[in-house]
């Protein structure tokens, strides 16, 4: 009987550790179980939400870029490209109104053709007026002591090299010392015409000492056909030049 007792006591001693070894094992998988399976389970729900949310969105983009959306915006968009054009064909008038660093002079010769002259440019060339028939002319009278005069050189600068000569001639006439003015030429690097004007220039053009110019720097926009469209006195900015040169 004791031998007996003694297998058992001996069987149950390798039992129980199994038992027991399973037992632990077996709730610690399931514990890691426990801990995967709400990780997978809030993956899943987390891809679930990305694929539920992302309907509304993909739904809500739709809306702000179906066809008719962008046609009206592409639309929208050609209106605004073609202001500047619509601003090119402002009148004179209007231009005038809205000028606030010059204003017009000379008006009484507004559509009158140009009296013609003949300069000499710093290089020793001459220049005749009515040479330039069949495009645009800007004549400037300037002066290199005058402070506002050397506030519109950059623009009458950045205005050359946006229009080529074959469109627009843009002389500058000064009665200065020639040495001096060649001299501010190479400084400010002047890439335009520079005549020198010996006070005998024909009226409305010359010195105000002689014909009454009100200030410089005055500018006469003379078109094509050798009519004066336009004179201005004071500084004329670069998109305001363009937009005399432009308007009928």
């Known amino acids: 009987m004791f031998e007996q007792w003694k297998q058992t006591g001996l069987w149950l001693m390798v039992l129980i550790p199994v038992v027991i070894f399973t037992t632990i094992a077996g709730c610690k998988e399931e514990k890691e179980g426990a801990k995967q399976q709400p990780a997978e389970q809030t993956q899943a729900e987390h891809q679930q939400h990305e694929r539920s949310s992302d309907k509304p969105l993909l739904e809500s983009n739709s809306k702000s870029t179906k066809p008719e959306t962008l046609t009206k915006s592409a639309g929208e968009s050609a209106k605004t490209e073609t202001k500047p054009a619509a ?16 204003g017009p002079g000379y008006t009484s010769w507004y559509g009158k053709t140009a009296p013609d002259f003949t300069l000499t440019d710093t290089a020793g060339k001459q220049h005749k ?60 690097k002047i890439n335009y015409t520079v005549l020198l004007d010996k006070g005998n220039m024909p009226k409305p053009f010359g010195v105000k000492r002689i014909y009454g110019i009100t ?5 006469f926009f003379i078109d094509a056909e050798g009519k004066i469209k336009l004179a201005a006195v004071g500084v004329v900015p670069l998109s305001e030049i363009k937009a005399i040169l432009q308007a009928k």
């Open 87 to 102: 601003s090119a064909k402002v009148s004179l008038d209007d231009i005038i109104k809205a000028a606030k660093s010059w």
């Open 129 to 188: 007026l009515s040479d330039y028939r069949g495009r645009n002319v800007l004549l400037i009278f300037w002066a290199t002591w005058c402070p506002a005069c050397k506030m519109e050189i950059p623009h009458l600068i950045a205005l050359r090299n946006t229009i080529g000569e074959d469109k627009l001639a843009i002389l500058a006439a000064s009665d200065e010392d020639p040495a001096k003015v060649k001299k501010f030429i190479a400084e400010k």
């Open 215 to 219: 200030g410089i720097p005055c500018s």
